[in-house]
């Protein structure tokens, strides 16, 4: 239980979600607080049947406050959250900025709880395609230890923030009527078109978003062993990240053991019948808090692989659910 | 040279570009004919100046024809190409149907050009999927030797046919207008949507076009060693297909090499500046022959591997240019 929670961003594209996830999971918590730019400050918003006055973020604002859920960009994160651990509040910050930092726990509830329960300062909610598929490595892991992970994404304009579907809608709409559109948030269009490239040049060839992947995975599991090879691909699709994953395990998987392992796994939704062309899609795995995982298959090409498709609403597990869950982790206490 | 080349299915997606590049590259012929189903029989179509009537395709009707280039659904390929290689004709041929059949030639001129040469009954053209994959695999085959492939492809609508590419454009319509749109060429809505199934199921939860994947790059390759795991995936873009592919090679290749192979292959051409934002994308590789490759960079889960994005125009070197190019080496004969 905590008096007073204060949610950052609140007018986001994932702001929204969390906003809506507390009033409808009954957060336990006196008074919410609503920060955000100084262009918002002054806005109202309902929450659990109050109408609240947004606030502007500043580095004093944090007084009084027991928990900090934070969605922002990086540099928001980086130059305001330090101030709200100095006042003494839980911080859980869904930007990129300080994962990788070795005094922050990155935390996924289902998987590495105590990272979050024995936090000193700032609690990470991992990057949105890092958690649905370090969810869905878990079960194999603790089964067989992965050992190797080939990832492939389609990843939803959604991830973009709102201007990502601004851009999505009206580049499409004017593609198909053969007009003119100047995109926003990509740099090149995403209408009818797939882009190989989310984020910027990090390393070695590969991306910002590719190397969270690899960075990310490995302090969640827990184990720097973990090797990963990704490739991040923006697709037209408004919401909802999917992932061609292969595993490789030291000790072989089944399909049906994989099935049964996935089918155990909390937040995790098995959908798999091929002969039925049923399978997680982005149509039917939106606005939903579980992982779908389906085309569960053995690897042709390697008796220790396991290949699968996996599904998940990018905003809610992938970014506003799982801050959620971490929230409500603390509240717990166990 | 051929006196009379018959193109079969000259109506259909494949055909329509088929008749542009024989008139496009002055393909040495002195007559040709257009076959079609009852339907279209009658219609005339322009090639190379002349106004030519389709006729109906029948058992009989390729009397004197001396080439057969054939696009059309398996079961007419089952049943009518083999009354033309009976009556004396070369035969090229973009289906499915016969291209694992063992008397039968499947052929990229690039890669196994004698195949095609030395073909005493029909010559396949590869699966879409599997043309641009192969022509990429080939330099990286000839310097270090593939032992494995695994890909995820992020495939066209217009793979479906014309109606893929209509599902495509009025079901995305009917979304952004919050319409209902009933699919005829898919099982799912494709509008802002993935759909991780192409073809029907075949074996160990692989469909059938994953399989052809598999077993049409050993037999094009010659090398029944090469194992591949593949995921096939329909987006919502209209034409080329893209691949996130990872080779693993006996002999560990460099990115410089891989560039360099890449760049001294005919039909391959090396988009790849991750800095700039270049790399191949289906907005800059439609209605072209070649097939291109970037985001090259090493495996980052192995030493032998090698990760790179391809993506070629489905309709053109995954089909029709594949199949006229086939048809321009038995005209040179070398």
């Known amino acids: 239980m905590f008096d007073t929670v204060a949610v950052v961003g609140a007018t986001g594209a994932v702001g929204t979600i969390i906003l809506d996830l507390l ?51 990086d540099d928001t994160a980086a130059e305001y959250l330090p101030s709200a651990v100095k006042a003494g509040a839980k911080v859980i910050d869904e930007s990129g900025y300080w994962r990788m930092n070795p005094d ?12 979050a329960l024995n936090a000193q300062g700032i609690i990470a909610s991992p990057n949105c395609s890092t958690t649905q598929m370090v969810l869905a490595m878990k079960p194999l892991h603790d089964a067989g ?37 100047e995109y926003k948030a990509f740099a090149h269009p995403i209408a009818f078109n797939a882009i190989p490239q989310i984020g910027s040049h990090k390393e070695q060839g590969y991306t910002s978003e590719e190397m969270k992947m690899v960075y990310e995975t490995r302090k969640i599991l827990g184990d720097e062993t973990i090797m990963v090879c990704p490739t991040c691909v923006r697709i037209p699709v408004s919401n909802c990240h999917s992932e061609s994953i292969l595993v490789e395990t030291e000790k072989p998987i089944s399909v049906d053991e994989a099935k049964a392992l996935f089918a155990a796994t909390p937040g995790i939704t098995v959908v798999d019948d091929l002969d039925a062309s049923s399978y997680p899609m ?17 690897d042709l090409s390697n008796p220790n692989g396991l290949a699968f498709w996996c599904v998940s609403d990018n905003l809610r597990k992938g970014a506003a659910t799982n801050a959620v869950q971490i929230a409500e982790l603390l509240a717990r206490g166990v």
Chains 1, 2 share one sequence.
């Open 282 to 298: 982005p149509s039917n795995s939106t606005s939903s808090d579980e992982v779908y995982i389906g085309r569960i298959r053995k």
């Open 104 to 115: 922050v726990a990155l935390v996924v509830p289902e998987i590495n709880p105590e990272a």
């Open 145 to 181: 230890k992965i050992r190797r992970v080939i990832v492939s994404t389609y990843q939803a304009t959604s991830g973009a923030g709102l201007q990502g579907n601004i851009d999505l809608q009206e580049g499409t709409r004017a593609a198909l009527d053969g007009a003119d559109y």
């Open 23 to 73: 009033e409808k999971r009954n957060f336990p918590a006196k008074n919410f607080r609503l920060l955000a730019s100084a262009r918002s400050a002054g806005k109202q918003l309902q929450l659990a049947g109050k109408t609240i006055t947004i606030e502007e973020l500043t580095h004093d604002c944090f007084e009084g406050v027991d928990l900090v859920i934070a969605s922002t960009p």
